[in-house]
């Protein structure tokens, strides 16, 4: 069974750091890309960060990029997203999601052929 689970959120100051994690299972890891996405109250889900699990590459939404850093670690089939510098616009819950094709965009990154979700982790960053 695949499986995607996600941890590390909380409650953090803005300025604050927080590392989530993303734990993977059911599946070859290195198969697919995993990405970070993001939905806050009211607002549409965004993608946050992708990393391509086999060669390391990443992608990151150009609001989040030089503060968060994505990495993946293969041997733990885990993928963690560091967050740094957190702005109360990052409050969101966090979700990780497996895919099969990642695209480089202007302003962010595309993700396709997304078929498991993990059920995400509340990240609430306080003024």
């Known amino acids: 069974e695949v499986q995607l689970v996600e941890s590390g959120g909380g409650l953090v100051q803005a300025g604050g750091s927080l590392r989530l994690s993303c734990a993977a299972s059911?599946?070859?890891?290195?198969?697919?890309?995993i990405g970070w996405f993001r939905q806050a109250p009211g607002k549409e889900r965004e993608g946050v960060s992708c990393?391509?699990?086999?060669?390391?590459?990443?992608y990151y939404v150009d609001s989040v990029k030089g503060r968060f850093t994505i990495s993946s670690d293969s041997a733990k089939n885990m993928v963690y997203l560091q967050m740094n510098s957190l702005k109360p616009e990052d409050t969101a819950v966090y979700y990780c999601a497996r895919g099969t094709i990642v695209a480089e965009t202007t302003e962010t990154f595309e993700l396709y052929g997304l078929d498991h979700w993990g059920k995400g982790t509340l990240v609430t960053v306080s003024s």
């Open positions: 990393i391509s699990t086999r060669d390391g590459r990443t």
């Open positions: 059911g599946f070859t890891f290195d198969d697919y890309h």
